[in-house]
T-cell receptor, first 115, second 110 residues
Framework: DADVTQTPRNRITKTGKRIMLECSQT?????MYWYRQDPGLGLRLIYY???????NKGEISDGYSVSRQAQAKFSLSLESAIPNQTALYFC??????????????FGPGTRLTVL | GQNIDQPTEMTATEGAIVQINCTYQ??????LFWYQQHAGEAPTFLSY????GLEEKGRFSSFLSRSKGYSYLLLKELQMKDSASYLC???????????FGQGTTLQVKP
């Protein structure tokens, strides 16, 4: 079944470490997104990509970087993790050409803890 | 600016009806999504409104008034499994970007 997958599902790391979260999709969507979710703050957009050569910052991109290796793969990196980056991270995809236009499909999430 | 407001928590009784409100101020507004999210899980799509009016889908309905910047999600015949967070999200223009509210945590009690 066409899907959005994320690895790892859970990660505990230490302050200062470099961390990469990976997202893969078999939906054939061009658009991909990275969000973080914190209690009481909802989903906040970190980065988004409309194709392999088009990457854009979201509202909270500081401390993060991304790489779009292929249409199906979009990775999020924390260059030097800090405790306030502890959160639940979601990857999502969308297709602007099919209804409901721009519905986003979410991966299962990665729970990241920075000690 | 971009702003989405919805209540933080609601409680309702099994079998009852509950309405979750959402107000938004979004530049280039182009539609309103509702997602359901169980604790620790991914959000899943419930409904989408782009025109004024009511969209009905089984026990769930969603309403939009573009002139008032207002939407609601109506859940009928509540079941225990409806206990979850409900996320209101506004589509900003043609960017494909969704602006999410903080979510409303609904607790259904027996």
């Amino acid at each position: 079944d066409a899907d959005v997958t994320q690895t790892p599902r859970n990660r505990i790391t230490k302050t200062g470490k470099r961390i990469m979260l990976e997202c893969s999709q078999t939906k054939g969507h061009d658009r991909m997104y990275w969000y973080r979710q914190d209690p009481g703050l909802g989903l906040r957009l970190i980065y988004y990509s409309f194709d392999v050569k088009d990457i854009n910052k979201g509202e909270i991109s500081d401390g993060y970087s991304v790489s779009r290796q292929a249409q199906a793969k979009f990775s999020l990196s924390l260059e030097s993790a800090i405790p306030n980056q502890t959160a639940l991270y979601f990857c999502a995809t969308s297709d602007p050409t099919t209804q409901p236009y721009n519905e986003q499909f979410f991966g299962p999430g990665t729970r990241l803890t920075v000690l | 600016g971009q702003n989405i407001d919805q209540p933080t928590e609601m409680t309702a009784t099994e079998g009852a009806i509950v309405q979750i409100n959402c107000t938004y101020q979004t530049s280039g507004f182009n539609g309103l999504f509702w997602y359901q999210q169980h604790a620790g899980e991914a959000p899943t799509f419930l409904s989408y409104n782009v025109l004024d009016g009511l969209e009905e889908k089984g026990r769930f309905s969603s309403f939009l008034s573009r002139s008032k910047g207002y939407s609601y999600l109506l859940l009928k015949e509540l079941q225990m499994k409806d206990s979850a967070s409900y996320l209101c999200a506004a589509l900003a223009g043609n960017t494909g970007k969704l602006i999410f509210g903080q979510g409303t945590t609904l607790q259904v009690k027996p």
